[in-house]
């Protein structure tokens, strides 16, 4: 089951956050892994924003992050996401290790 956990991200700022997949994964061995993470304003939006996402098989960790010039475009207010670890099976066998809101706060000064 995936961990949840809400996210406040500031509009037109850099943002980062690590994932611990050991409560989802164990300790397993994540190189032949691969992640996929997006963030969304419903469920059901056709419009989505793309974590960059990085594995530390060492310490079992989902590096995310999103860029300023990202998060300068998402309109403040509150949004859906979910990052997912993908084993190199063929077919992968999918697992959500995080998931919940996260609040978009409006920024000020633009420039």
């Given at each position: 089951?995936?961990?949840?956990?809400?996210?406040?991200?500031?509009?037109?700022?850099?943002?980062?956050?690590?994932?611990?997949?050991?409560?989802?994964?164990?300790?397993?061995?994540?190189?032949?892994?691969?992640?996929?993470?997006?963030?969304?304003?419903?469920?059901?939006?056709?419009?989505?924003?793309?974590?960059?996402?990085?594995?530390?098989?060492?310490?079992?960790?989902?590096?995310?992050?999103?860029?300023?010039?990202?998060?300068?475009?998402?309109?403040?207010?509150?949004?859906?996401?979910?990052?997912?670890?993908?084993?190199?099976d063929?077919?992968?066998?999918?697992?959500?290790?995080v998931?919940?809101?996260?609040?978009?706060?409006?920024?000020?000064?633009?420039?």
């Open positions: 089951m995936a961990t949840y956990s809400n996210l406040y991200i500031d509009q037109g700022s850099d943002f980062s956050f690590v994932v611990d997949v050991t409560p989802t994964v164990g300790s397993i061995d994540l190189s032949n892994h691969t992640s996929r993470g997006q963030l969304r304003k419903s469920y059901t939006s056709t419009n989505a924003v793309d974590f960059t996402l990085s594995i530390d098989n060492t310490k079992k960790e989902i590096n995310a992050s999103l860029t300023s010039a990202q998060t300068s475009l998402i309109k403040a207010g509150r949004y859906v996401y979910d990052i997912e670890l993908l084993s190199g063929s077919p992968p066998i999918v697992k959500r290790v998931e919940g809101q996260a609040d978009i706060t409006p920024r000020v000064t633009v420039g």
